[in-house]
């Protein structure tokens, strides 16, 4: 599977839109881009998925570049609740081998 | 609540000591993962069910460690001789097969601690 970078960490003000960026340069034609959240002390929760399209749905929306080597999740109106590690993983879906490959992911603080 | 359920959330061992964890997914789910996680990572994938089937194991998964899924429902991961490096969090996570497959539901994890 492909890797990806994230920045370790960002900030956002309360009630606007936080815009994660991930650049995942080596992706495959047949892997898609997945974005996990977890917040402290919890499991990883799943956020949103796509290929090539750009997808919303009532968590996030996930813009992926034409090139598809690059893409970024939208909090729309980010509230504190949404304070977590951010992961974009990118893995060939619905395959026999369908583990996850989380890096170190993007540490998001929502303040007020 | 029918989501993915770990048991123990929370286990204290001394080093040398065997520990199992249960992992319990979501009832329809047939595959089922383990992951491991230290303390500023993301979480590592350690080996993976389809059914009662253990179709892969990461190197991370030393002789030490093992996991068992008898009846395709239920799993245990057990590690013998706890080390002090053993110390992370235990994640499970199960989903379905085929194109529903795509999206791993996580349990709250074990925190394991070997003094």
């Known amino acids: 599977d492909a890797k990806t970078t994230q920045p370790p960490s960002m900030d956002c003000a309360e009630g606007r839109a936080a815009n994660l960026p991930c650049n995942h340069s080596?992706?495959?034609?047949?892997?898609?881009v997945y974005w996990y959240r977890q917040i402290h002390s919890q499991g990883p929760q799943y956020i949103i998925h796509?290929?090539?399209n750009n997808e919303t749905n009532e968590m996030a929306s996930l813009i992926i570049t034409e090139d598809r080597k690059s893409s970024t999740l939208i909090l729309p109106h980010a509230t504190l609740r949404d304070t977590a590690v951010y992961y974009c993983?990118?893995?060939?879906?619905?395959?026999?081998?369908?583990?996850?490959?989380f890096g170190a992911g993007t540490r998001l603080t929502v303040k007020p | 609540d029918t989501g993915v359920s770990q048991d123990p959330r929370h286990k204290i061992t001394k080093r040398g000591q065997n520990v199992t964890f249960r992992c319990d997914p979501i009832?329809?789910?047939?595959?089922l993962y383990w992951y491991r996680q230290t303390l500023g990572q993301g979480p590592e994938f350690l080996t993976y069910?389809?059914?009662?089937?253990?179709?892969?194991k990461s190197r991370l998964l030393s002789d030490r460690f093992s996991a068992e899924r008898p009846k395709g429902s239920f799993s245990t991961l057990e590690i013998q001789r706890t080390e002090q490096g053993d110390s992370a969090m235990y994640l499970c996570?199960?989903?379905?097969?085929?194109?529903?497959?795509?999206?791993?539901?996580f349990g709250p994890g074990t925190r394991l601690t070997v003094l």
């Open positions: 996570a199960s989903s379905p097969q085929g194109l529903a497959g795509a999206e791993q539901f």
């Open positions: 080596t992706i495959s034609g047949n892997e898609y």
């Open positions: 796509g290929l090539k």
């Open positions: 993983i990118v893995r060939v879906a619905y395959n026999n081998n369908n583990d996850m490959r």
């Open positions: 009832s329809e789910h047939n595959r």
């Open positions: 069910f389809q059914n009662e089937a253990q179709l892969e």
